[in-house]
């Protein structure tokens, strides 16, 4: 998946999510180096609209700095789980219930337009809350 083709997609879904939800309009992608930022798939600065996104996956290197990996791209339902979570995060700053909800209307959104939204990346956020949470099954 070319760079340019995966960033004019982050584009073209954020504003329609952006639309069809009344959220800030004007946003700004930056990638999300390793060196910046090794453990997170994205960031969302609300005051500016900059919205910070990883697409290609890191590895850690032998003297302990994380690079950009060679397996390629992160995968598409990632990349897209990871913008509708800081899409979310226009509108509600924490993690809570209401933010699980909202971030799962918008999974259920970018889902309707055709792309594939991963359930595991953001755990509870994106789907509900008791989504994760093993269930105990008694014995009979």
């Given at each position: 998946m070319?760079?340019?083709t995966v960033?004019?997609?982050i584009f073209?879904?954020?504003?329609?999510v952006t639309r069809h939800f009344g959220l800030k309009r004007k946003l700004r992608f930056e990638p999300i180096l390793a060196f910046t930022c090794a453990r997170m798939d994205?960031?969302?600065?609300k005051s500016s609209g900059l919205i910070r996104?990883?697409?290609?996956?890191?590895?850690?290197?032998k003297d302990g700095t994380w690079k950009r990996s060679n397996r390629g791209a992160v995968a598409r339902s990632t990349i897209?789980?990871?913008l509708g979570h800081e899409l979310a995060h226009l509108r509600i700053d924490d993690h809570g219930p209401k933010f699980r909800e909202f971030t799962l209307e918008i999974a259920n959104f970018i889902r309707s337009?055709?792309?594939?939204?991963s359930r595991k990346i953001h755990g509870p956020s994106f789907g509900p809350s008791h989504y994760?949470?093993?269930k105990k099954r008694s014995r009979k």
């Amino acid at each position: 998946m070319a760079d340019a083709t995966v960033w004019h997609d982050i584009f073209i879904i954020s504003q329609k999510v952006t639309r069809h939800f009344g959220l800030k309009r004007k946003l700004r992608f930056e990638p999300i180096l390793a060196f910046t930022c090794a453990r997170m798939d994205g960031d969302c600065l609300k005051s500016s609209g900059l919205i910070r996104l990883r697409v290609h996956r890191i590895t850690k290197g032998k003297d302990g700095t994380w690079k950009r990996s060679n397996r390629g791209a992160v995968a598409r339902s990632t990349i897209m789980a990871s913008l509708g979570h800081e899409l979310a995060h226009l509108r509600i700053d924490d993690h809570g219930p209401k933010f699980r909800e909202f971030t799962l209307e918008i999974a259920n959104f970018i889902r309707s337009l055709g792309e594939p939204v991963s359930r595991k990346i953001h755990g509870p956020s994106f789907g509900p809350s008791h989504y994760n949470k093993s269930k105990k099954r008694s014995r009979k």
